[in-house]
């Protein structure tokens, strides 16, 4: 049973232009949300995070937007670059203080010079 | 600044055997968690150890035991090993009381392969 569900495994988007990497769960005790990036032979890397009280949060070219009554959530990267070519994974906990992150399996990211 | 290290990066072992994987936490960093990735798979939550106790578990079976030292490096000891326990196990550290979701540093993990 996934609770975190990233359903595109791959995606390829030209340089410059949007990347938009999207995010479902079904538990609806989540309240906070992370986006990870990884490389080959590296450990995930955090990138941008979001509480349930909030729509959006933004950080340079990196937005996620959640939707709580949707149980969604995306990342967009605009615009993309070749060095964001990696795998992200959506993350997703339940509760303050607890160190369980549920991760979903990721979407690797190809961007195109 | 040294990151989260792990090792070994990478270890084979047969069917039955025990292994210990090991990993030093981000300098200041006094908390630990393992994580288990399976191939095509993200990353699943195994234990988190802080204080040299273990605080929080994930749904792994008493063969996943782990260990916190003084000095807050950290142990995952893996008895019994079975075929589906192949996989990239990673280490994730953090200073507890901080807001640690966005201050989880991850090492680069220990790649297991059992025959």
């Known amino acids: 049973d996934q609770q975190v569900k990233q359903n595109s495994p791959s995606l390829s988007v030209q340089e410059g232009r949007i990347s938009i990497l999207n995010c479902d769960y079904t538990n609806s005790m989540f309240d906070y949300f992370l986006w990870y990036k990884k490389y080959p032979a590296e450990g995930p890397t955090f990138l941008i995070s979001?509480?349930?009280?909030?729509d959006k949060n933004e950080d340079g070219r990196f937005t996620v937007f959640l939707n709580k009554s949707a149980k969604h959530l995306s990342l967009h990267i605009v615009p993309s670059q070749p060095g964001d070519s990696a795998v992200y994974f959506c993350?997703?906990?339940?509760?303050?203080?607890?160190?369980?992150?549920?991760f979903g399996k990721g979407t690797k990211l190809s961007v195109i010079p | 600044d040294a990151g989260v290290t792990q090792s070994p990066t990478h270890l084979i072992k047969t069917r039955g055997q025990q292994v210990t994987l090991r990993c030093s936490p981000k300098?200041?960093?006094?908390?630990v968690s393992w994580y288990q990735q399976a191939l095509g798979q993200g990353p699943q939550f195994i234990f988190q150890?802080?204080?040299?106790?273990?605080?929080q578990r994930g749904n792994f079976p008493d063969r996943f035991s782990g260990h916190q030292f003084p000095n807050y490096s950290s142990e995952l000891n893996v008895n019994a090993l079975l075929l589906g326990d192949s996989a990239l196990y990673l280490c994730?550290?953090?200073?507890?009381?901080?807001?640690?979701?966005?201050?989880?540093?991850f090492g680069e993990g220990s790649r297991l392969t059992v025959l």
């Open positions: 979001i509480s349930s009280i909030k």
């Open positions: 300098s200041g960093h006094d908390t």
């Open positions: 993350a997703a906990i339940t509760g303050a203080g607890s160190y369980q992150l549920t």
């Open positions: 150890y802080y204080e040299e106790e273990e605080r």
């Open positions: 994730a550290s953090s200073l507890y009381g901080t807001d640690y979701r966005r201050e989880l540093f």
